[in-house]
């Protein structure tokens, strides 16, 4: 009978032992439910350690694209420099590449006599990398070009516009003695009043790169070296 009761003793003690583990009454079991290494949102690391909680500095604005605004602009023209050389620079002033493919730069002379003529047709492709310069000019001109110039753009006076693919005027340059009166598509590409046209081996450039106030001569002014391809500043 005692060995009996010493028998029953013992499963007794196994049985709670047993039901204590099960219970999760040891502190150092994890939260019923969750492998090694999760923490309380079912989330785990391949290396067993918790993930760390978001910082509560966390922003959802950090996550929100912000779009580039802007346009191209006529940055920089030269009529008449030396050895007949001529140029219009055009500058992309925004954080994005900007597409211009099928637009085309447009010139009207001062005294409307030949009309308006493209001095440049883009591919379709074409575009201006963010904050960058393209130099279309004459076979005239020495040093690097992206495009060369179609057609001659007058000493003293002209505009130069150019256009979109829906035909659209993206930014024009009017500059010395352009076209007035009646005429349906007079002052078609000046912005304000015309800004004054450069002498012989000077060049016309906006003030700050990139700067429209929608008025060529509060924004264009002469340069006696040009700066073609590079920062007017």
Known sequence: MKRRGRL???VGIAAFVALAACSGDDPKAGPAGLDAGADARGTSRADGGERPDPSPDDDD????????????????????????????????????????GDWKLMYRSAADTAGVGALYSFGTYDAIRARSFMLLANDKFVGKIDATLRGGIGNAGGQVGLVNDENKVVDALGYGVVPDGGAPTAGMYTEGNAAPAPGAGESLGRKKDGEDGDDNAADFIVFEKHSAGVSNE
């Open 8 to 10: 029953w003793a013992a």
């Open 61 to 100: 604005d950090d996550l929100v694209e912000h779009p580039c605004t802007g346009k191209v602009v006529i940055n920089e023209l030269q009529p008449g420099g030396d050895g007949g050389a001529e140029f219009v620079e055009l500058f992309n002033p925004t954080d994005c590449a900007i597409s211009i």
